[in-house]
């Protein structure tokens, strides 16, 4: 691989991760600034939570194919390159997620265009992380939780691979995203974390969440 097309390359996955699709859809068809309701977040939590199931929805898959577009990257301009490519193009296009150059360098806590990279680079990890989502969602109604509890199983399983540039790039991106949801964890550890509507812990707390707000 070329120092061209590795130059261009970062660059352009950064500028495609930087992509705000929550706030594009939030402006573009509801007339609202996501960066200025809820949490102020672009991703899909936010997304959900201001402007309904279906933008929520959508963000979600655009977010992801971010993440696949830009870490695919690795593969154009010529033969594949050695696999770990993938990874550098597909941390760029998170860092653009995260930091995204049209909204000021601000955005998205990194999980969904983390899944897109993980569906290119190891199809498995990104279906265990996917399920595990999906369950601790079902159970614990926090979006924030089953991120974070995705991430530390793609982090567990990806020691036992002998692949320790994955290893690597999973431990930062694990860090980060917990970083990320700093403020989330304050709520978890004082219970006023806020729940998404539906699972069992919504519905368990159904009444008393109705309170709070």
Do not use: C
């Not at 320790?164 to 949801?181: A, D, E, N, P, S």
Request: overall charge positive.
């Amino acid at each position: 691989m070329s120092i061209l097309h590795i130059v261009v390359g970062v660059i352009a996955a950064y500028l495609l991760g930087s992509i705000p699709f929550g706030y594009i859809i939030g402006r573009v068809f509801y007339h609202k600034n996501i960066l200025e309701e809820g949490s102020g977040n672009i991703g899909t939590t936010n997304t959900f939570r201001v402007l309904g199931p279906l933008a929520g929805v959508v963000t979600f898959i655009l977010d992801v194919l971010k993440g696949v577009a830009a870490s695919l990257i690795a593969n154009i301009g010529g033969p594949a390159p050695a696999h770990w490519w993938v990874l550098v193009f597909g941390v760029a296009a998170i860092i653009g997620h995260t930091y995204s150059v049209w909204l000021g360098f601000k955005g998205g806590k990194a999980v969904a265009t983390s899944l897109g990279l993980l569906i290119v680079y190891t199809p498995i990890l990104a279906v265990i992380a996917l399920v595990v989502f999906l369950i601790m969602l079902l159970i614990t109604s926090m979006v924030s939780l089953a991120s974070i509890l995705a991430f530390m199983t793609v982090l567990i399983l990806s020691m036992l691979q002998p692949d320790w540039i994955l290893f690597g790039v999973v431990l930062v991106l694990t860090i980060f995203v917990i970083y990320r949801h700093r403020e989330n964890i304050k709520r978890m550890h004082h219970g006023n974390e806020s729940l998404v509507p539906f699972g069992f812990m919504y519905w368990v707390q159904k009444d008393e969440y109705k309170n709070k707000k």
